[in-house]
């Protein structure tokens, strides 16, 4: 086995790693967002979130880490969609943004 095939098996091994290490953060950002959008009363729209970008970024012990962010779309009534996101940092959620709009309180007439 020479060089090239050693660094061709490291570079497989290396893809099959990020491929796995990123469906396990799919799955915690998709329930992320279901658990966000039901304290809300909002309906996370497809059951599904969608990878907007990959970088990465250092936590608070300065572990270097895989920062992903997601975005997903929710309704209210299930007749509009609103666009949320999740930034997440290895397997930890740090921010979920719903861009909820402040709703004056409606008065009652009577």
Same mark, same amino acid.
């Given at each position: 086995?020479?060089?090239?095939?050693? !660094?061709?098996?490291?570079?497989l091994?290396?893809?099959?790693? !990020?491929?796995?290490?990123? /469906?396990?953060?799919?799955?915690?950002?998709?329930?992320?967002?279901?658990?966000?959008?039901?304290?809300? &009363?909002?309906?996370? /729209?497809?059951?599904?979130?969608?990878?907007?970008?990959?970088?990465?970024?250092?936590?608070?012990?300065?572990?270097?880490?895989?920062?992903?962010?997601?975005?997903?779309?929710?309704s209210?009534?299930? &007749?509009?969609?609103?666009?949320g996101?999740?930034?997440?940092?290895?397997?930890?959620?740090?921010?979920? &943004?719903? &861009? /909820?709009?402040?709703?004056?309180?409606?008065?009652?007439?009577?």
């Open positions: 086995m020479d060089l090239l095939d050693l !660094l061709g098996l490291l570079l091994a290396a893809s099959g790693w !990020l491929w796995y290490d990123s /469906l396990k953060a799919r799955e915690m950002a998709v329930s992320s967002a279901k658990a966000a959008c039901s304290s809300e &009363n909002l309906l996370l /729209l497809d059951d599904t979130v969608a990878i907007q970008r990959i970088s990465l970024g250092r936590d608070g012990e300065g572990v270097l880490r895989i920062r992903r962010i997601y975005a997903f779309e929710y209210d009534t299930g &007749n509009d969609r609103s666009s996101s999740i930034v997440m940092l290895g397997s930890r959620v740090l921010v979920i &943004n719903l &861009n /909820l709009r402040v709703m004056p309180e409606r008065t009652l007439l009577h």
